[in-house]
């Protein structure tokens, strides 16, 4: 395969992203495209935004923080993909637009307490365990609704909707039960018309399984390697 360009490899992740979007009868621009660039270095991040990339995600606080002073004259909008200690949500709140990875009401009370402190509304979405395995992050699919309710309530947060990360399948189509379980349970907060919460994100799909994401209603997808290439 020719070596292409992080440009050229945006085009082809946008294409898709619309093809998936029109199979299900979907306005394309109803989802949104994180470009995930952890541990690829500033100048990668730049040549994105030079192809039209607005939102970056960034898994780990201090290589944000260099990355972000590096961009300062770039016009893009930071998210926060990885897991938070709440030791290190002050800097989250400071950094980042939306905080996609929220698993407790103790990470949320942090958040809120911080955001308080910046004078800032912070949007997050609630992480949602949805394949229940041990090694991953979130919160049980049982326990969001009472996340929400409780993180609602917290006046220095916005809960935008829910993010997952399925089990890794080497066929996308394997990932599709999860993704859909985490729509109905969106559709289910949704119906209870919580104050403060909107619920209209639902932060699913990377590399491997995007296009099925989509296709189960996605509005954020979070892509590194088709973008950026292989990581270390
Ligand atoms: C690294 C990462 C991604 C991007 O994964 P790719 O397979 O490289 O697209 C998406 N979401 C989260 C939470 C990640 O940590």
Redesign the pocket.
């Known amino acids: 395969m020719p070596s292409m360009t992080i440009a050229e490899n945006i085009a082809a992740v946008r294409a898709r992203m619309a093809r998936a979007a029109q199979r299900c009868g979907r306005d394309p621009a109803e989802v949104a495209l994180v470009a995930?660039s952890?541990t690829h270095p500033a100048e990668m991040v730049r040549q994105a935004c030079q192809a039209g990339v607005t939102t970056v995600?960034e898994?780990y606080i201090q290589e944000a923080r260099d990355k972000i002073a590096a961009l300062a004259d770039c016009p893009l909008s930071w998210h926060f993909?990885?897991h938070l200690q709440s030791n290190k949500a002050k800097y989250a709140v400071d950094l980042f637009d939306l905080i996609?990875?929220v698993d407790s009401l103790k990470l949320a009370r942090e958040i809120d307490k911080q955001a308080a402190k910046f004078g800032k509304i912070q949007p997050i979405l609630i992480q949602v365990n949805i394949s229940g395995e041990a090694t991953k992050s979130g919160t049980t699919e049982e326990a969001a609704l009472a996340l929400v309710l409780e993180a609602g309530r917290l006046e220095h947060l916005q809960v935008r909707g829910l993010m997952t990360?399925p089990p890794f399948f080497d066929q996308p189509e394997r990932a599709r039960p999860y993704f859909a379980a985490l729509r109905r349970l969106r559709d289910r907060i949704r119906a209870e018309a919580i104050a403060g919460v909107d619920m209209a994100e639902l932060s699913m799909g990377?590399?491997?399984d995007f296009e099925v994401a989509i296709e189960e209603g996605a509005t954020l997808v979070?892509?590194?390697?088709?973008i950026f290439g292989p990581?270390e």
Request: glycine share 28%.
């Open positions: 995930v952890k995600g898994n993909i990885g996609h990875g990360m990377m590399t491997g979070r892509i590194g390697t088709a990581r």
